[in-house]
């Protein structure tokens, strides 16, 4: 019977999963490293690996929604009395911190695909 190295069972779990759906730059090497040939070899790869980030970009724009949607519903309810108010701004803010992140990190990967799609430097 054959046993799993630790470095396996780490890597099914959901967090890291998590993290290999919703973060692109883990395929992406870094082009500050090395001589002139890697950097290069570097950009390429990246180049290469561009087309995977439109789906990238419509994972956060959809969790952008979905995170701007719960702070109307969470609004909502503290206005008609379902919730109490208090909660409701608490929770609407969390989500609102939320939603901006989401919105940043969307922006932040739409940057980085129209500077692979029309940088040509290297």
Avoid at 1 to 29: C, K, N, R
Wanted: proline share 2%.
């Amino acid at each position: 019977m054959a046993t799993q190295p630790v470095d396996s069972a780490l890597d099914d779990s959901i967090g890291a999963l998590l993290y290999l759906y919703l973060w692109p730059f883990w395929m992406f090497e870094d082009v500050s490293r090395g001589n002139l040939l890697e950097q290069a070899a570097a950009y390429r790869h990246n180049r290469e690996k561009r087309g995977y980030l439109p789906a990238y970009i419509l994972k956060w724009t959809i969790l952008f929604a979905l995170f701007m949607g719960a702070i109307d519903l969470f609004e909502t309810l503290g206005k008609t009395g379902v919730l109490i108010w208090q909660v409701a701004v608490l929770l609407a803010g969390v989500f609102g911190m939320f939603a901006s992140w989401s919105f940043v990190i969307a922006i932040q990967i739409t940057v980085a695909y129209v500077f692979l799609c029309r940088w040509r430097h290297l």
